[in-house]
């Protein structure tokens, strides 16, 4: 009985300095997404350079595609544009972009100034669709595959290493 005050407060603190040094193991960049391995939201959305033509999920599949959830008010999107119109020139898969919580012609500005590596942008105004995929903030990427199934999910903007590392490598085991 004597050494269970001592062996008690004891465990209780080891057991906290373990859950303590597994969690400064973590990278607070990543955040784990439920829908990784899941169905990609369904969406409909009008083209942000075309008001009266709609895309929907269901048209995307059957191929690997990439959604970039981007807005021309976000400084950290266009940090990471000038990868996404490099990464566009590849070919390797074509890229969608989600205009989040923008106003049309400011996006179509941003499109016309920045360049556009978009196969098509959807313009998301609300940002219904946004919710509906977790999205924290933009920049925000996904991979699907050919099912619609989402693969892969990068928080913030993309980087050289993310897209040789990560991404490039996903597609084209996606693609294979």
């Not at 407060?9 to 439920?34: C, N, Q, R, W």
């Not at 000038?82 to 972009?97: D, H, N, R, T």
């Not at 012609?105 to 509906?132: C, H, K, M, Q």
Request: hydrophobic share 45%; net charge positive.
């Amino acid at each position: 009985m004597k050494y269970l005050k001592f062996l008690l407060p004891l465990a209780i603190f080891l057991g906290l300095a373990a859950f303590l040094a597994a969690g400064l193991k973590l990278d607070p960049k990543e955040v784990p997404s439920p829908l990784i391995n899941k169905a990609s939201p369904a969406f409909q959305l009008t083209r942000l350079d075309d008001p009266a033509s709609t895309i929907r999920r269901d048209d995307l599949m059957g191929k690997v595609w990439v959604l970039n959830v981007w807005a021309s008010w976000c400084v950290a999107c266009q940090a990471e544009h000038p990868l996404l119109v490099e990464f566009a020139s590849k070919k390797m898969v074509p890229i969608y972009g989600l205009n989040y919580k923008d106003e049309r012609a400011a996006g179509l500005r941003w499109l016309s100034r920045y360049g556009n590596p978009y196969t098509a942008s959807l313009f998301d105004e609300d940002g219904r669709v946004g919710i509906d995929w977790g999205v924290y903030g933009v920049p925000e990427t996904f991979v699907m595959d050919r099912q619609g199934v989402i693969r892969f999910k990068h928080i913030g903007p993309l980087t050289p290493e993310v897209i040789r590392d990560q991404v490039e490598p996903l597609v084209r085991q996606l693609n294979g």
